[in-house]
């Protein structure tokens, strides 16, 4: 069992749709146009790993010469890379350096692990650490539990934030206003039949985690897993992380969910200390 599958092959996410992603609104009057192509260009290496010119340009909905003239200027500051092949683009070392949540440097990972050993002892079953990036989680390290039938560490996977427990923990510290920025529809997309399908829904539900302190999932990412999770310090949103435990569902009763709250609490209370 992994945190994108239950006793099967990892469930593929499917990337939401570009579109066209143009500016839009009152501002749109303000926008510098040259500036806000490279942006949505650079935001495209979240969902592709490379990209050639004329994908670009597709993608972007400008000519080609639009689309080589962005990339080559990303591709000077540093910002995308010519992949192996020459005809591709990739997100060079100043994007990655700047999109990198809390999580993956050494010196976190390094503080992080004392914590993840400590939560696997107290609860017994898989425990990661997770970022938040946009309306996603990426899940930044993890251990396994000894149990035959786990859930299994998925380090550096992504998962839609409002159908998991740490997703909806790192929602839970921003304020309306910020989660409907990154919700700006009230549909929302759904993994499962449990997944929350109304922004109106994950906001209520936003409302109770704040007041009992930690998140729940109860198979709204995979079918047959719940997971639960706590906030883990952090002085800003970029630097903020959330703690999860995941288990197969015959061992994720409330009760059980709810203990596990608890002991995921005092493991995160250690990353003062270590």
């Known amino acids: 069992m992994s945190h994108g599958r239950v006793d099967g092959p990892v469930t593929e996410l499917t990337p939401e749709p570009e579109g066209n992603g143009h500016a839009s609104g009152p501002n749109r009057g303000y926008t510098i146009e040259s500036l806000d192509t490279g942006l949505r260009l650079m935001r ?3 969902t592709h790993d490379t990209l050639t010119v004329s994908e670009a340009a597709g993608l972007l909905s400008v000519g080609r010469s639009t689309a080589h003239r962005v990339l080559s200027t990303l ?4 910002f995308a890379i010519r992949d192996f092949s020459g005809r591709g683009y990739s997100a060079g070392p100043e994007l990655v350096r700047l999109g990198r949540p809390a999580g993956f440097g050494t010196a976190v990972r390094e503080r992080l692990g004392a914590v993840l050993e400590d939560a696997l002892r107290r609860t017994g079953e898989t425990v990661q650490s997770t970022a938040l990036i946009g309306d996603r989680i990426i899940v930044t390290d993890g251990r396994e539990s000894p149990h035959p039938v786990r859930v299994m560490p998925e380090v550096g996977g992504t998962h839609p934030a409002h159908a998991t427990s740490g997703g909806k923990i790192l929602l839970s510290r921003m304020t309306p206003e910020q989660v409907c920025a990154h919700y700006p529809h009230e549909e929302l997309p759904v993994a499962t039949p449990a ?8 906001l209520a539900e ?3 985690i704040r007041s009992r302190g930690f998140a729940v999932s109860r198979g709204e990412s995979v079918r047959g897993m719940h997971t639960v999770a706590v906030p883990l310090a952090g002085s800003s949103r970029r630097d903020r992380l959330a703690l999860m435990a995941s288990a197969p569902a015959d061992r994720g009763d409330d009760a059980a969910l709810a203990r596990r709250a608890g002991e995921l609490r005092l493991s995160a209370s250690l990353l003062g200390t270590v």
Do not use: C, V
């Open 195 to 202: 997944t929350l399908a109304s922004r109106s829904a994950l």
């Open 44 to 46: 495209l290496f979240l």
């Open 206 to 208: 936003l409302e109770e």
């Open 75 to 78: 591709e000077g500051r540093g």
